[in-house]
């Protein structure tokens, strides 16, 4: 069965450290790998995507690692801010995706910083 | 700048009410989406459409319907509200394609009382 495991399901940290989020997966055949952010009441914005075969990626403070033989990926955020205060997901994609809609959603890590 | 948009951020319908939900991209998107997001289980695929009048069952199609007259408006249709349909509901938009980004909506909370 496709799932997604994200841990921890919160953290709370202080302004300025560093932190990273945990994704394990058991999509398959596996295609590409997307971390969003997802801001209280809003919807999800898209951080990084990676297919199979890269390994890192990276947007500004944020950079997103990924090792598709143990289905894992990390989403590690440099230098936190206030603003980086926000649920992170998760979304492994099969290779079906698209016009089938396979994209399975991990339940996210909340994020809280602190001042 | 690019965007989805949908019609309402929050509603409150009384049980048994037709709902229409609307969303309107502009970025001449093949594929959407529309999705429901509880506390504690993560965005679940409702219904989807990759092409116009085209549309696919998602995992927790029971008790909506949809309807996609034009490339741009997705429409989620709730045929007699109740209350366990009260939920944020967001929609998406994506090019056609593997490992292509979707775009979300800001949500619309409904509450169904």
């Known amino acids: 069965k496709n799932q997604v495991e994200q841990s921890p399901q919160s953290l709370i940290i202080l302004e300025g450290k560093n932190c990273t989020l945990q994704?394990?997966?058991?999509?398959?055949?596996?295609?590409?790998l997307r971390w969003y952010k997802q801001d209280t009441g809003r919807g999800p914005v898209s951080l990084t995507i990676?297919?199979?075969?890269?390994n890192t990626k990276s947007n500004g403070r944020y950079t997103a690692t990924l090792d598709a033989d143990t289905k894992q990926s990390s989403l590690h955020i440099t230098a936190s801010q206030l603003s980086d205060s926000a649920s992170y997901i998760c979304?492994?994609?099969?290779?079906?995706?698209?016009?089938?809609?396979?994209?399975?959603f991990g339940k996210g890590t909340k994020l809280s910083v602190k001042p | 700048d690019v965007k989805v948009t949908q019609s309402s951020r929050y509603l409150v319908k009384r049980t048994g009410e037709k709902v229409f939900l609307e969303c309107v991209q502009d970025m001449d998107h093949e594929n959407m989406f529309w999705y429901r997001q509880d506390p504690g289980l993560g965005l679940r695929l409702i219904y989807f459409s990759y092409d116009v009048k085209m549309k696919e069952k998602g995992d927790i199609p029971e008790g909506y319907s949809v309807s996609r007259e034009k490339k741009e408006r997705f429409s989620l249709i709730l045929e007699s509200a109740s209350t366990n349909q009260t939920s944020m509901y967001l929609c998406?938009?994506?090019?056609?394609?593997?490992?292509?980004?979707?775009?979300f909506g800001s949500g619309t909370r409904l509450t169904v009382v």
């Open positions: 998406a938009s994506s090019f056609a394609g593997i490992g292509r980004g979707y775009t």
């Open positions: 979304v492994p994609g099969h290779v079906r995706e698209g016009s089938q809609g396979n994209l399975i």
């Open positions: 994704c394990n997966y058991t999509v398959s055949p596996f295609s590409n």
């Open positions: 990676m297919t199979f075969s890269e």
